[in-house]
């Protein structure tokens, strides 16, 4: 049995809630919090007590859970709910699910990025609903006059059997919402789980498939106008002047202005970044009229000068760093000559194993092959968009972000106002993929009704979010292999950089695994602005390792998978180095797991097979993509997924997060670039930049997770990264060419 203290440092949450709420029992307006439906409405509880900021039970029984963080598609909102259910003793049945408004106060790490929701959650959740469930207990004991041990719990009903006396949790929510918070409880063992590891639908379901209002664009407020900016055309410009003269005069305008989205002498975050400060606003009545009003403005633009920007860190001021933006107008054709003139030259060493250089002097055999990707847009289904109201005493924001503990701060400090003025509320997001953990469009809306002295809602075009993003970075990276004259591996060398960023983890796999090992980092500077992407960094670097790993093992003679398996026994059972930072039992795991789980040694006429594994956000994951040759084109037929992240809570999200990882990693990979020219992006919506298609996602995929009992490790990032090795490694075998640049579509080569 788990035991876990309650109070947890100066800011544990239950000590955090007995303070916010002064006193525990606290009335509570329905009308305020929920928005039930009709069917619900007619079973309303006369009275709903708080008995902490992350549940609510009614005199009828009736539950309902907060859900803290950010819903991003993740399904977060259906899962860390069941966590707090589980250790309530409750009937998921019986449970409704809110989404909680921005309370640091109450809830730790409202945020939804790094595949960290549940993982940072876990502990805290389950604590909620132990802490309620025992404090029920309580209070049935006192009411009772029972020993309080002598109490259990059954699907929310609280049970003494000597005394054969039991009654609905509702019963006693006013009685326990009095007891003292308890100082420690009993967590369930997870052999007697009942909600976790059961497959839940989506609370929201029945609302996304039939339209109802969910996301920021749906939000609506009596007398809200609606806001669009203009931004310059190209990185590396700024505004000069702007003619609004036409455009004040079209219908339905209401005003026309620039701003500066953060005062000079702000000191920003991470999360603050943007390319484009200085913008162009139209406020108008409708999102038509200001669009057309936007056609109608005469801007003139104008080179920019080098700077230097300093960002701290989003939850440490006192670190921060530099970044150097140059003047110019970049062009895709010249980032990829110049990362491939850096992967020539010597760089950063950041880890050094053994003599490589040696090795690579008296080696038999090199096998070296270099790789590289494109800048990516997030392109979001739902573009970036904000409500604002801000008067001289309040601000209230609603709508979609992925930080909205952090970018509370950035608000307050263009307000000038106190964080308590500040009120963001949060709604589902139509994907994030980490667009959404940078702010400056809440920012930019909240500085906006300031000005007009009305609510309004900053509406981004597809067209404003593609060409105004923050991207995945250009990346390029080289391997290079020693073997003997027996073709026995002596020495790996990796050295890789990026636009403007390198995406080199130097203590990954397969680091730990080889006597002699060199890894190299460089980057290029650049005025184009980037941002994390689903999976940073291993969203580029595990194809290219994986592939180059695939073709490695080809060059010795061996099985794919045996290959990683021998590497991997080494550096479990002789490790070279330090700092080796993932565990080789739980790769291997992965590994074998797909093996089986695809017959991977009972091979298929007809069908050609990639093999990949990784390592990333806490979690491991190995794949086999399976293709097929249909009309003389490749055709993705299945992709087999074994999944090491620890305790699974909801395994149809699970696997839903895991099926969307895989067609994002294969769609991303295959056909999706955003590249520039003298500047400006040349592509800024769906008709000429390419996502993949319905009919080009795998056929199926069978997703399969490690049983054991750890802790949840994190998913939504996980599942992307490897299988870019695994398609370019059947690509391989399909067609018989190897596939080292993004994307691997091209006028030459298409899929079926």
């Not at 920012?443 to 979010?465: F, N």
Request: net charge negative; charged share 25%; aromatic share 10%.
């Amino acid at each position: 049995m788990t035991v876990l203290k309650t109070s947890i440092g100066r800011r544990s949450f239950l000590k955090a809630s007995t303070l916010a709420g002064g006193g525990m029992m606290l009335s509570f307006s329905w009308l305020a919090g929920c928005t039930p439906d009709n069917q619900t409405a007619e079973t309303l509880p006369k009275e709903w007590f708080d008995i902490n900021g992350f549940l609510k039970i009614a005199d009828n029984g009736k539950v309902t859970i907060m859900s803290p963080n950010p819903e991003i598609g993740q399904n977060v909102k259906t899962s860390m709910p069941m966590i707090i259910a589980e250790e309530l003793d409750v009937d998921w049945q019986d449970v409704e699910v809110e989404q909680a408004k921005l309370n640091t106060d109450i809830f730790t790490r409202q945020l939804a990025g790094g595949s960290q929701s549940i993982r940072q959650g876990w502990e805290s959740l389950r604590m909620a609903g132990a802490s309620a469930r025992k404090m029920l207990c309580e209070a049935a004991a006192q009411a009772w006059n029972v020993p309080a041990n002598e109490i259990s719990t059954r699907g929310g009903k609280i049970l003494h059997s000597a005394s054969n006396q039991s009654a609905g949790y509702g019963e006693f929510a006013s009685a326990a919402a009095q007891v003292k918070v308890p100082e420690e409880v009993e967590l369930k063992e997870v052999k007697d789980f009942k909600i976790i590891g059961t497959s839940r639908k989506n609370v929201d379901a029945k609302k996304i498939v039939s339209g109802q209002p969910l996301y920021g664009l749906d939000y609506r407020k009596e007398g809200m106008l609606i806001a669009m900016i203009v931004h310059p055309p190209a990185f590396g410009m700024k505004l000069k002047s702007v003619d609004d003269s036409k455009a004040r005069s079209m219908p339905g305008i209401k005003d026309v202005f620039t701003i500066n989205t953060f005062k000079d002498d702000y000191d920003k975050h991470a999360f603050d970044a943007a390319a484009f400060t200085e913008l162009i606003v139209v406020v108008g009545n409708t999102t038509w009229e200001v669009m057309n009003a936007k056609k109608a403005l005469e801007v003139a633009w104008e080179p920019i000068a080098s700077y230097t920007e300093t960002f701290s860190h989003y939850a440490d001021k006192d670190r921060k760093w530099n970044v150097s933006v140059p003047e110019g107008l970049e062009n895709s054709n010249e980032h990829q000559a110049q990362m491939a003139q850096a992967g020539e030259k010597l760089a950063k060493v950041v880890r050094k194993d053994g003599d490589p250089e040696a090795a690579f002097r008296n080696a038999a055999q090199i096998v070296e092959r270099s790789y590289s990707a494109p800048f990516l847009a997030h392109n979001t289904m739902e573009p970036m968009n904000f409500f604002a109201h801000v008067t001289d005493e309040h601000a209230e924001l609603v709508g979609p972000i992925q930080t909205p503990e952090h970018m509370e701060k950035s608000v307050a400090a263009q307000l000038d106002l106190p964080l308590e003025k500040i009120d963001i509320q949060m709604t589902r997001m139509g994907g994030g993929f980490g667009r959404r953990l940078y702010g400056h469009f809440l920012v930019e809306a909240a500085v906006i009704s300031k000005k007009m002295k009305a609510p309004i809602k900053l509406v981004y075009s597809r067209e404003d979010d593609m060409t105004f993003g923050n991207y995945r970075p250009s990346y390029y990276a080289t391997y290079r292999a020693a073997l003997d004259e027996n073709k026995k591996l002596i020495g790996f060398h990796v050295r890789a950089g990026g636009v403007p960023e390198s995406p080199l983890f130097a203590n990954r796999f397969p680091a730990g695994s080889i006597d002699n090992y060199l890894a190299e980092e460089w980057s290029l500077e650049s005025n184009i602005s980037i941002g994390a992407f689903r999976a940073p960094r291993s969203n580029f670097i595990a194809g290219a390792e994986q592939s180059f790993m695939d073709e490695l093992a080809e060059a010795m003679g061996k099985d794919p998978i045996e290959f990683r398996l021998e590497l991997l026994d080494r550096a479990k059972n002789n490790p070279v180095g330090q700092n080796n930072d993932y565990d080789a039992d739980r790769y291997a795991g992965v590994l074998e797991l797909v093996r089986e789980k695809s017959s991977w040694n009972q091979p298929q006429d007809g069908v050609y097979r990639g093999v990949s594994a990784y390592f990333c956000h806490n979690s491991y994951v190995a794949q086999v993509l399976d293709m097929v040759i249909e009309n003389d084109k490749p055709v993705v037929e299945k992709v087999h997924c074994a999944i090491d992240c620890g305790i699974v809570v909801n395994p149809i999200a699970a696997t839903n997060l895991t099926e969307g990882g895989i067609v994002d990693g294969i769609g991303h990979s295959m056909y999706s670039a955003l590249t520039f020219r003298d500047g400006a992006p040349e592509k800024s919506n769906f008709d000429t930049y390419r996502l993949i298609r319905h009919s080009e996602a795998p056929k199926s995929i069978d997703v399969h997770f490690v049983q054991n009992n750890i802790d949840p490790t994190g998913l939504g990032e996980p599942p992307y990264p490897p299988i870019v090795g695994a398609l370019a490694n059947a690509l391989y075998k399909a067609t018989g060419n190897r596939y080292y640049h993004q994307p691997f579509v091209s006028n030459e080569f298409q899929l079926g």
